[in-house]
């Protein structure tokens, strides 16, 4: 089937193909000797980067302008945007996480968590302002719902890969990405407060007994475009295991703790991704 612009995301919808070419999103039925378009959508800025599917709502992550989260109205067959982001993110990768939520990573080395304000109700996004422009007015005059931030995280290289994984069967489920370097990391939940409260703790703590060779700020770094918001650098925290004893002894009393309390703790986390 010919289409004028290039299919940069393709996936299944409804027992469709849903493509998104260049900057419009369309669904496909199958015909008997082409693709049929049922629906189109052309209001998206610059271009479909990739399309996640989660029940009925779509998460199109556009090349310049974030992700839009939206929904298909089978009534009168259209698309309309339920949310979108209020911050430009030119966008390479994202996977959904829930029916709410969504991670994604951007072309300047940055790792996002977002998620659907809880107002957003389904398909009480109507037209109030009485233009009737094709169920999509909220979008066109900005009065769609916006998208929370929940983490922000500098990688400091392009991802190139971004997804849902469970490496071994032992391990729990974590978000596993790739970079344009080589590099493999993941993103795993603490399971405890305790847990949260010792890691945040150890990392203010390595910030100053491991200074970065080029005399720059951790934080600074990990906050490079936007802040730092509810990470920990698991990098830095294993750094403590490279300390000398005698450090490792001194940090490890300010948690009324061993260092081999501590580094079981490391290893925990090792093991629950590992």
Same mark, same amino acid.
């Given at each position: $089937?010919?289409? !004028? &612009?290039?299919?940069?995301? /393709?996936?299944?919808?409804?027992?469709?193909?849903?493509?998104?070419?260049? =900057?419009?999103?369309?669904?496909?039925?199958?015909?008997?000797?082409?693709?049929?378009?049922?629906?189109?959508?052309?209001?998206?800025?610059?271009?479909?980067?990739? +399309?996640?599917?989660?029940?009925?709502?779509?998460?199109?992550?556009?090349?310049?302008?974030?992700?839009?989260?939206?929904? *298909?109205?089978?009534?009168?067959?259209?698309? *309309?945007?339920?949310? #979108?982001?209020?911050?430009?993110?030119?966008? $390479?990768?994202?996977?959904?996480?829930?029916?709410?939520?969504?991670? @994604?990573?951007?072309?300047?080395?940055?790792?996002?968590?977002?998620?659907?304000?809880?107002?957003?109700?389904? #398909? !009480?996004?109507?037209?109030?302002?009485? %233009?009737?422009?094709?169920?999509?007015?909220?979008?066109?005059? #900005?009065?769609?719902?916006?998208?929370?931030?929940?983490? =922000?995280?500098?990688?400091?290289? +392009?991802?190139?890969? /971004?997804?849902?994984?469970?490496?071994?069967?032992?391990?729990?489920?974590?978000?596993?990405?790739?970079?344009?370097?080589?590099? +493999?990391?993941?993103?795993?939940?603490? /399971?405890?407060?305790?847990?949260?409260?010792?890691? $945040?703790?150890?990392?203010?703590?390595?910030?100053?007994?491991?200074?970065?060779? @080029?005399?720059?700020?951790?934080?600074?770094?990990?906050? *490079?475009?936007?802040?730092?918001?509810?990470?920990?650098?698991?990098?830095?925290? !294993?750094?403590?295991?490279? %300390?000398?004893?005698? &450090?490792?002894?001194?940090?490890?009393?300010?948690?009324?703790?061993?260092?081999?309390?501590?580094?079981?703790?490391?290893? #925990?986390?090792?093991?629950?991704?590992?």
């Amino acid at each position: $089937t010919p289409v !004028e &612009d290039y299919p940069m995301a /393709l996936t299944a919808f409804r027992g469709m193909l849903l493509a998104g070419v260049g =900057h419009k999103l369309r669904l496909y039925a199958l015909g008997r000797k082409r693709l049929l378009k049922k629906c189109e959508y052309k209001n998206l800025p610059c271009g479909v980067a990739f +399309i996640r599917v989660a029940g009925d709502r779509l998460f199109v992550g556009d090349v310049r302008e974030s992700v839009h989260v939206m929904r *298909y109205r089978l009534s009168e067959n259209l698309f *309309y945007v339920l949310a #979108d982001d209020v911050v430009p993110r030119w966008l $390479t990768k994202g996977e959904v996480l829930d029916y709410h939520t969504f991670v @994604a990573a951007d072309k300047f080395d940055s790792v996002f968590i977002c998620r659907v304000p809880s107002e957003a109700k389904e #398909d !009480e996004l109507g037209d109030t302002t009485g %233009l009737r422009l094709r169920g999509d007015t909220t979008y066109l005059t #900005d009065k769609c719902f916006k998208l929370q931030s929940l983490l =922000h995280f500098h990688i400091g290289e +392009i991802v190139t890969a /971004l997804e849902r994984a469970t490496l071994t069967s032992a391990a729990s489920e974590s978000i596993v990405y790739g970079t344009i370097m080589g590099s +493999i990391g993941s993103f795993s939940p603490f /399971l405890t407060k305790h847990e949260l409260d010792l890691f $945040t703790h150890l990392e203010m703590v390595m910030r100053s007994e491991k200074p970065p060779l @080029a005399g720059r700020e951790h934080i600074m770094f990990r906050s *490079y475009y936007h802040p730092a918001k509810n990470t920990v650098d698991g990098d830095l925290c !294993e750094s403590y295991a490279l %300390l000398p004893y005698e &450090d490792q002894k001194r940090i490890a009393q300010d948690f009324e703790k061993t260092p081999a309390d501590i580094l079981k703790h490391l290893e #925990d986390i090792r093991n629950r991704i590992l």
